[in-house]
């Protein structure tokens, strides 16, 4: 985490300095070989702590003691904070993505559901509450047609496969694949409900297909995790979750 937030602010340091370079107003006095620079509206201050961040030479006890400060790392983080305030880097971070606002910049496209428009990200996915897990489903749907993945040729072996590695030793919850299942159909469906369990829960009852709980090397069983809770693993993995655990068919 601090190494992504190190390379978005170095990369944010380049683009910064780039633009602050185009914009940059030199004006030379005829008598005297000095140069300044003026401030641009809305980005002061920027210039003196962007000069301190890309060049460490400069963040000396000399330095530092004009700001009365006591060493360079004080003064660093100084100057970190100095630069972090400025009109430049708030802009900017804006535009940073996220998980709860995955494409700030407006980039994305749209679509339609048959019922309503909607807004998408730069990869078609659709935004919402529910982006993280579309997401996902979205990838696992990607594997299935490049069909290069030896361990996910069907759909039942993405869904162990997540449960897996999405919530490892603390397995999951019924809703939790029933979800998965309904967007690893269509990653853009309607935001899934509770009316959306029916269909899908057939593959949990052996009086139906029941394909989740039986056949093949691997398929959901039931365990007690470290927290006492009942949740599902896939057979391969839940030995390494806990020693309680039994069959479903």
């Not at 978005?8 to 780039?18: D, F, K, M, Q, V």
């Not at 804006?94 to 909607?118: C, Q, R």
């Not at 990653?187 to 029941?210: D, I, V």
Request: aromatic share 12%.
């Amino acid at each position: 985490m601090q190494r992504d937030q190190a390379h978005r602010t170095n990369e944010l340091l380049e683009h910064i300095a780039i633009a602050l370079e185009k914009n940059n107003k030199k004006e030379t006095q005829t008598t005297k070989d000095i140069v300044y620079k003026s401030e641009i509206p809305g980005f002061e201050g920027t210039l003196d702590a962007l000069d301190v961040l890309t060049d460490i030479k400069t963040i000396t006890d000399e330095y530092a003691s004009k700001e009365n400060l006591t060493n360079m790392t004080e003064a660093r983080d100084y100057y970190k904070e100095k630069f972090e305030n400025t009109a430049a880097f708030q802009a900017w971070n804006a535009l940073t993505p996220t998980s709860d606002n995955p494409d700030p910049a407006g980039y994305g496209g749209g679509g339609f559901d048959g019922l309503v428009e909607y807004e998408t990200d730069l990869q078609e996915i659709r935004v919402d509450s529910d982006h993280d897990i579309r997401s996902t489903a979205k990838y696992y749907q990607e594997c299935l047609a490049l069909d290069s993945y030896e361990n996910l040729n069907t759909k039942k072996d993405c869904i162990l496969d997540y449960v897996t590695n999405e919530f490892g030793a603390l397995g999951a919850r019924y809703t939790d694949i029933i979800k998965f299942a309904y967007y690893l159909s269509e990653p853009n469906a309607l935001k899934y409900t509770s009316a959306n369990r029916g269909y899908y829960s057939c593959a949990f009852n052996t009086r139906f297909s029941g394909h989740l709980i039986k056949g093949g090397k691997d398929f959901l069983v039931k365990g007690i995790n470290k927290e006492g809770d009942e949740r599902y693993f896939a057979l391969g993995y839940v030995d390494q979750a806990t020693d309680y655990f039994k069959r479903i068919a």
